[in-house]
């Protein structure tokens, strides 16, 4: 059965700083990877899609990176902003489609 | 851009109730799933559909059930709720990748259930 652990669970910075979040998961037979971003009380936004062929993707500050054979993610924020602030999810997709997410890190970017 | 939507943010029923949520999606993903969210569990898969009438157990279907008769609409039916069905309740939609596998997941905004 598919584990995903997200390390740490949770992270204070001040604006300003690079940050890195982790994702590891125990079956490398996955498809893609997608990194959320959950506001408190809210949906999940789709931040980044990696397919399994893929290494990394970029949007804006974020990128995120993919080592299929090691069973790991990476999330990297650049310059991070208050406006950051927000828990964030990565999920992988393994057989019949079906996600399996990770806990979260719930990150806190000061003024 | 894709738009799901659910049909409460907040509801709240009494225990043994029947109990509907209802979701909707404007891109004509063929699927969709369901998902309750708990502190500590993270989200768990209840049910999926990829196709109309098509529904897949996901890894937490006992005591709820599906419908789905249209391509847009995905029903969640709590047939007798319990009080341990007290949760956040997230719809999402995708399309098929190139891969056959799921795509990006969009997700409504979700409803937060309270069984009393």
């Known amino acids: 059965k598919q584990e995903v652990t997200q390390i740490p669970a949770a992270l204070s910075v001040p604006e300003g700083e690079n940050l890195v979040l982790n994702c590891s998961f125990t079956?490398?037979?996955?498809?893609?990877l997608q990194w959320f971003r959950q506001d408190p009380g809210k949906g999940l936004t789709s931040l980044l899609l990696?397919?399994?062929?893929?290494r990394e993707q970029t949007s804006g500050r974020l990128n995120a990176s993919l080592d299929k054979s090691s069973g790991r993610s990476t999330l990297y924020i650049a310059a991070s902003q208050p406006g950051d602030s927000a828990t964030y999810l990565c999920a992988v997709t393994g057989t019949a489609s079906k996600l399996t997410f990770g806990t979260g890190t719930r990150l806190q970017v000061t003024l | 851009d894709v738009k799901v939507t659910q049909s409460s943010r907040y509801l709240v029923k009494r225990t043994g109730e029947k109990v509907f949520l209802e979701c909707v999606q404007d891109m004509d993903h063929e699927n969709m799933f369901w998902y309750r969210q708990d502190p500590g569990l993270g989200l768990r898969l209840i049910y999926f559909s990829y196709d109309v009438k098509m529904k897949e157990k996901g890894d937490i279907p006992e005591g709820y059930s599906v419908s789905r008769e249209k391509k847009e609409r995905f029903s969640l039916i709590l047939e007798s709720a319990s009080t341990n069905q007290t949760s956040m309740y997230l719809c999402?939609?995708?399309?098929?990748?190139?891969?056959?596998?799921?795509?990006?997941?969009?997700f409504g905004p979700g409803t937060r259930l309270t069984v009393l």
């Open positions: 079956d490398s037979a996955i498809y893609n």
């Open positions: 999402a939609s995708s399309l098929i990748g190139a891969s056959g596998r799921t795509d990006t997941q969009y």
């Open positions: 990696i397919q399994s062929s893929q």
